[in-house]
C-alpha cells in the first residue's frame, strides 16, 4: 500500500501564489507516474500536472501550463505543485495520486480511474 498525504492547501488572492505538497510513504514502487488533480465544486475531477517519477518526464493540462510548475525532491518522496498567477477559477479540492505503472502513453494518466492510490485532498481557495 502506499500512502499520500498533501497539504499547502489555503486562502489567497487572485494573482498570488501558493506551493502545495504531496509525500509518499509506504510500499511505493521504485518507478510511477504521480499526478494532481483537481475537483472544484459541481465538476468532475480533472487532471492538472503528472510527472513520471524516474525520467521527470511532466504533462501539463493546457489551463494551467505557464503558471503552475511540478516539481519533486526523491529523497523526501515529495511532489510539489508551484502555482503562480493564481485565478478564482483555480479553486478547487487539489488531490494527488499516484498510477504504479509509469510505462503507458500520455493519455492513459489524464482519466482518474487509471490511478492506484489517491490522497485525502487539500483545498484551495482562490478570491477576487
Known amino acids: 500500500q502506499v500512502q499520500l498525504v498533501e497539504s499547502g492547501g489555503g486562502l489567497v488572492r487572485a494573482g498570488a501564489s501558493l506551493t502545495v505538497s504531496c509525500t509518499a510513504s509506504?510500499?511505493?514502487?521504485?518507478?510511477?507516474?504521480m499526478a494532481w488533480f483537481r475537483q472544484a465544486p459541481g465538476k468532475e475531477r480533472e487532471f492538472v500536472v503528472g510527472?513520471?517519477?524516474?525520467?521527470?518526464?511532466?504533462y501539463y493540462a493546457d489551463s494551467v501550463k505557464g503558471r503552475f510548475t511540478i516539481s519533486r525532491d526523491n529523497a523526501k518522496n515529495t511532489m510539489y505543485l508551484r502555482m503562480n498567477s493564481l485565478k478564482p477559477e483555480d479553486t478547487a479540492v487539489y488531490y494527488c495520486?499516484?498510477?504504479?505503472?509509469?510505462?503507458?502513453?500520455?493519455?492513459?494518466?489524464?482519466?482518474?480511474?487509471?490511478?492506484?492510490?489517491w490522497g485525502q485532498g487539500t483545498q484551495v481557495t482562490v478570491s477576487s
Open positions: 509506504g510500499r511505493t514502487p521504485s518507478n510511477y507516474y
Open positions: 495520486a499516484v498510477a504504479a505503472n509509469p510505462y503507458y502513453s500520455q493519455t492513459y494518466y489524464l482519466t482518474e480511474e487509471n490511478y492506484n492510490y
Open positions: 510527472i513520471k517519477w524516474s525520467v521527470s518526464y511532466t
